[in-house]
């Protein structure tokens, strides 16, 4: 891979240099951060050499793979300092801001935790088979190297925090780094008063929300003092005012406050992780592919980074994760083994291989989310494995990627069984998926799901006419992971002119949601359609949107659907983009229609043809 040609490509595609606020990358993406979303070419960007898929979630996600590192090194090169470019302020909804500040400043932490975390669990693994004396010099130096990491985390935290919202990072710093010196630990200890207040005695190392509340008081401390400090003495002056004020308020409020918010978030997870016991880890391994494509496994991270830094190991997210990666990398195999497409083959056996190392988004975006027989496979492998894996109450031991590079991982100090059931795990997932996979697979042209026909004697090839007057977008353009990567089939999205939802083919209505914002019905030929109005407007709870059929209702080319009123829902905050999708297009072959840029609702804007 040309990766100076790979970088020049995205940065073309995402609006140059000037649009680019914030720039990391984690194992296999590059993320980023733009000023105005609107300037990017998602669809163009899946096409640069290199990139394996585009996600758009709170940030640009571009999905490299492997060589992501030397992605983002040779992006950096040509971007250079992006930390004083200020994003465009949009009508952003708050999770979207919540998961792009969460993200900002988990994701550069885990590197750090988990090269101490696998050292610290090789050290075990020595110490275990009799090859390293516990307490040596040698071994107490390794380990102190290993706990680095974990120990001073709150000031790992501090510096992305500070990054993200960009303030002084020293400064930031500093006022965290005041509630781990030695003589604050020791006057907590002995139950220090302050403004006639008992302090907390809380120990502020391996903690990570209280150094978050201390970052983000601070950066508003920092704002409030520079706009009134004299600009002769800002230099010392504001740092003073700062530091004097936000230390003292962490050790009131907020400290004790982010540490019952990291309790109480753990305490909730192994709640539900006691309650179900197995049949959790089985669920969630079942269930990654999904998460990780839409990018909601990002919400497990401050759980898992808590865990690890309040209690030394983690007991449901990383051991179901092992499950799941193992059988990435079984159906992958599998699909090597039983392909005749060449190219197919060598994407396999690379994804299979990342996979057994940790790394499946190269599985996931090139295996199993195109092929529903993988996809299926996986889900069995990862519910089995993670059953298993719960069974044996197997715990992880460090924040990385579970994988065969990195299973000393679940090298426990107290069980040395948990490591042997972590091995066993390991085939048991890996065959669980590669073997239905070889039972699934029919060849290169799937035709698994048959559709029923309401009408058997349709024509194969019907033409496609749009659902709303507008303009037509390509599917991968719709903000909405779920829609955007075809998850539940291809299609097309109309941004709509007018208020009125019409039939683009003959056909059955199969239901049709109380909310009025989505229905389902299915073609003469079969094809099964699903039309969605906006997005995320099931909130709106039936606000806006009056159906004009029910269930079971025969309806004709052109016949109106729903009626809704586009000005008000966009008033409210949502978008109003209708996305039309065809849940059996595995099925069919879609062929889309050279448009003009505006169409109406009786414009051919597609071609759908069963496949034979």
């Known amino acids: 891979m040309d990766y100076i040609k790979t970088a020049e490509g995205i940065l073309q595609h995402v609006g140059g240099k000037e649009n680019i606020s914030h720039l990391t990358h984690c194992s296999t993406r590059v993320r980023l951060t733009l000023v105005d979303n609107s300037k990017a070419d998602y669809k163009a960007l899946e096409s640069v050499q290199g990139v394996i898929g585009v996600r758009k979630t709170a940030q640009c996600q571009i999905i490299i793979g492997n060589e992501v590192i030397e992605v983002y090194d040779a992006l950096k090169e040509i971007v250079g300092d992006v930390s004083g470019t200020e994003v465009v302020q949009e009508n952003k909804k708050w999770s979207a801001v919540l998961i792009d500040f969460v993200i900002s400043i988990f994701q550069p932490l885990i590197p750090a935790v988990a090269g101490g975390g696998v050292l610290k669990s090789l050290l075990l693994l ?153 049949i959790a880890v089985g669920l969630l391994a079942a269930i990654l592919p999904f998460m990780i494509a839409t990018g909601m496994h990002k919400a497990m991270i401050p759980y898992a980074v808590n865990s690890m830094s309040q209690f030394g190991k983690e007991v449901l997210y990383l051991p179901a994760s092992l499950a799941h990666n193992i059988a990435e990398a079984g159906a992958s195999f599998a699909v090597a083994l039983k392909t005749k497409d060449v190219a197919l083959r060598s994407t396999a056996i690379s994804a299979g291989i990342s996979a057994l190392f940790g790394i499946t988004e190269p599985a996931i975006y090139g295996i199993t989310l195109l092929h529903k027989p993988v ?42 069984m948990n490591l042997i059931y972590a091995l066993i795990a390991v085939p048991v997932s890996f065959f669980a998926s590669f073997i239905p996979v070889l039972i699934l697979w029919r060849g290169d042209n799937e035709t698994e799901n048959t559709p029923i026909k309401a009408d058997k ?156």
């Open 375 to 416: 996809l299926y496979s996986v889900m069995i492998g990862g519910a089995i494995g993670g059953s298993i894996i719960g069974l044996f109450a197997i715990e992880a031991f460090a924040l990385v990627g579970p994988g065969l590079a990195s299973i000393s991982m679940f090298t426990s100090p107290d069980d040395p």
């Open 126 to 278: 020595l110490v275990s088979v009799g090859w390293m004396e516990k307490g040596s010099s040698v071994y107490t130096i390794l380990d102190s190297i290993g706990s680095a990491p974990l120990y001073f985390l709150p000031v790992l935290v501090a510096i992305t925090t500070a990054t993200k919202l960009k303030v002084n990072i020293l400064v930031a710093v500093s006022a965290v780094g005041a509630l781990l010196i030695p003589s604050m630990t020791k006057i907590l200890a002995s139950g220090a008063v302050v403004f006639e207040i008992s302090l907390k005695n809380i120990p502020y190392a391996f903690q990570v929300f209280p150094a978050i509340l201390t970052v983000l008081f601070y950066s508003q401390m920092e704002r409030w003092v520079t706009r009134y400090a004299p600009k002769s003495i800002r230099v010392f002056f504001v740092p003073l005012v700062c530091l004097t004020v936000t230390v003292p308020v962490t050790l009131l409020v907020l400290g004790p406050l982010g540490y019952t918010v990291g309790m109480g978030m753990s305490t909730v997870i192994l709640s539900i992780f006691n309650t179900l016991g197995f």
């Open 457 to 612: 004697e349709a024509e194969k090839a019907f033409p496609f006419k749009s659902p709303v007057s507008g303009k037509v977008i390509p599917l991968e353009q719709v903000n909405d992971d779920v829609f955007s990567s075809k998850l539940i089939g291809d299609g097309i999205a109309v941004i709509p002119s007018e208020n009125v939802l019409y039939a683009p083919v003959n056909g059955k209505i199969t239901s049709v949601y109380e909310t009025g914002h989505a229905i389902n019905m299915v073609a003469d030929n079969g094809a099964e359609m699903i039309f969605h109005i906006g997005i995320d407007t099931v909130q709106l709870e039936g606000k806006f949107f009056e159906t004009m059929v029910k269930s079971g209702d025969r309806v004709e080319l052109g016949q109106p659907l729903v009626k809704f009123e586009r000005e008000q829902i966009e008033q409210s905050g949502y978008e109003t983009v209708v996305v039309c999708v065809i849940a059996n297009s595995d099925e069919y072959q879609l062929q889309s229609v050279e448009q003009k840029e505006q169409v109406k609702n009786q414009d051919v804007i597609m071609m759908v043809e069963e496949l034979a």
